[in-house]
C-alpha cells in the first residue's frame, strides 16, 4: 500500500508540471484528491491492514495529499499569473497612437453676433437683459403706445395664442418691462436685449422667427441723452460689430415708441455704395430703428417724462450677421448645414 501510495505520489507530481491551464490542473485536482479520486480509493482499503500499520499509512497518506496540493496551489497561482500577464499584453494601449478626431458643433453666425454685440455693450457699461417669448399684448403693444386698433399695429403681423398672449414681434416689450420693474423707484437704464422675435411672414425673404437686439437708455433729463448720443453710439455699434469702413445714414421714419423715430442704413457691404442688386442700387441697406423714448413711454410705465429722458434702438440680428461675415442669402441661417456652420470656426472674431 505504502508503494501504491508512493506511486500514486510520483504520478500527480509529474502530471502536475505537464497540465497546460488551470482547467487541466482542476481535473487532476478531482481525479487524485476528490471523493471518487485515486488517494481517496486507497484510503478506503485501509481497512485490510493490520491495526499498527494503520496509523502509518494514514500519516503518509495526510503527508502526500498536502504536498500535492501544495504543488497545485503552486501551478495554480502560476497560471493565474500567466492569464493576467497574457490578458494585459492583449489590452494593451499604444498611448503613441493618433487619437480618434472628435466631432465638434460650431456656434451659429447669429450667437457669435450676439456675443460680438454683448462685449462691446457691456464695455460700455450696459446690462444685458431678457425678456419672455410668449408676451402680453399689454407689454408688446399697448405699453409702448399702440393702444388696440392702431393702425401702426399693422406693421407687424402677430402669432396671437390667445386673445392676450402672442410670440413677441419685437424686443422692444423688455424695454416696457425694464421701465416698469423700476417705477417705483425710477433710476437710469442702460440695457441691451438680444432675443428672439415672431412675425406672420411666408415671403422669400422673410423667416417668421428671427432676431433682434433691443437697446434702451434712460437718463435724468439734466444729463441730456441726446440723439447726438444716440448717434455716437450706433456710430460705435456698426463699426465695431460689422466694419469701420461703412458710413451711417438716419432717415426720418415712424414708430410709435419714438419721438422723433428713424429708420438706419450702412453703406451696403457689398458695393460700398456703389449700387447692386443687394442694395437696389441705392448704395445703402437698412439695418436698425431708433429714436428718442416718447414721453407716452414713460409716462405709461412709471416714469415722469419731465425728469426722465432717452433713446432706443433695434436692429435686426440676421442682416448685421450676413453684412460681418459676407452671407450671400439669408437661408444659409437657416438650413443648418454643417458645412455651413463649420466655415466660421475658422473666423477670427
Ligand atoms: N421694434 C422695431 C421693429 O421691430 C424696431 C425699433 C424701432 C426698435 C425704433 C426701437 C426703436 O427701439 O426705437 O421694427
Known amino acids: 500500500m505504502k508503494e501504491q501510495i508512493e506511486e500514486i505520489k510520483k504520478k500527480a507530481l509529474q502530471k502536475i508540471q505537464e497540465v497546460k491551464d488551470s482547467k487541466e490542473l482542476n481535473d487532476l485536482r478531482v481525479n487524485v484528491l476528490g471523493k471518487k479520486g485515486e488517494l481517496t480509493q486507497v484510503l478506503r482499503g485501509m481497512g485490510s491492514l493490520a ?14 495529499k498536502s504536498q500535492i496540493e501544495m504543488q497545485i496551489e503552486k ?11 497574457a490578458k494585459l499584453e492583449k489590452e494593451k494601449i499604444d498611448i503613441t497612437l493618433p487619437s480618434e478626431k472628435v466631432k465638434r458643433g460650431s456656434k451659429h453666425p447669429v450667437n457669435r453676433m450676439i456675443e460680438k454685440i454683448e462685449d462691446l455693450f457691456v464695455s460700455m457699461g450696459y446690462d444685458v437683459v431678457s425678456g419672455p417669448e410668449l408676451e402680453t399684448d399689454e407689454y408688446c403693444f399697448e405699453r409702448l403706445n399702440l393702444p388696440k386698433g392702431h ?3 399693422d406693421m407687424q403681423d402677430s ?3 390667445t386673445e392676450e398672449h402672442l410670440l413677441r414681434t419685437q424686443t422692444s416689450s423688455v424695454q416696457a418691462r425694464t421701465l416698469m420693474k423700476y417705477k417705483d423707484n425710477p433710476q437710469p437704464i442702460r440695457i441691451i436685449v438680444p432675443g428672439k422675435t415672431y412675425r406672420k411672414e411666408d415671403d422669400a425673404t422673410h423667416s ?3 432676431c433682434q437686439c433691443e437697446g434702451l437708455v434712460i437718463d435724468k433729463k439734466e444729463n441730456h441723452v441726446s440723439l447726438a448720443d444716440l448717434k455716437g453710439t450706433l456710430e460705435i455699434f456698426v463699426k465695431e460689430v460689422i466694419g469701420d469702413n461703412l458710413d451711417l ?5 415712424y414708430f410709435p415708441f419714438t419721438e422723433p423715430s428713424y429708420e438706419v442704413d450702412v453703406t451696403c457691404f457689398k458695393c460700398l455704395g456703389k449700387g447692386c442688386s443687394l442694395c437696389k442700387q441705392t ?7 431708433a429714436g428718442i423714448v416718447h414721453p407716452n413711454v414713460l409716462k405709461m410705465n412709471g416714469y415722469d417724462p419731465d425728469v426722465w429722458g432717452g433713446f432706443a434702438f433695434g436692429p435686426g440680428l440676421e442682416r448685421l450677421t450676413m453684412f460681418r461675415y459676407g452671407i450671400p442669402d439669408m437661408r444659409y441661417l437657416y438650413t443648418n448645414d454643417i458645412r ?3 466655415q466660421f470656426d475658422r473666423k477670427e472674431d
Open 208 to 210: 417668421h422667427q428671427f
Open 283 to 289: 448704395g445703402w441697406i437698412e439695418i436698425l430703428g
Open 159 to 161: 402669432f396671437y395664442i
Open 151 to 153: 393702425p401702426a399695429r
Open 340 to 342: 455651413f456652420l463649420k
Open 249 to 253: 445714414r438716419f432717415r426720418p421714419s
Open 75 to 85: 501551478a495554480e497561482k502560476e497560471f493565474a499569473k500567466r492569464e493576467l500577464e
Open 51 to 64: 491495526p499498527e500499520e494503520r496509523p502509518k499509512i494514514g500519516d503518509l497518506v495526510n503527508k502526500v
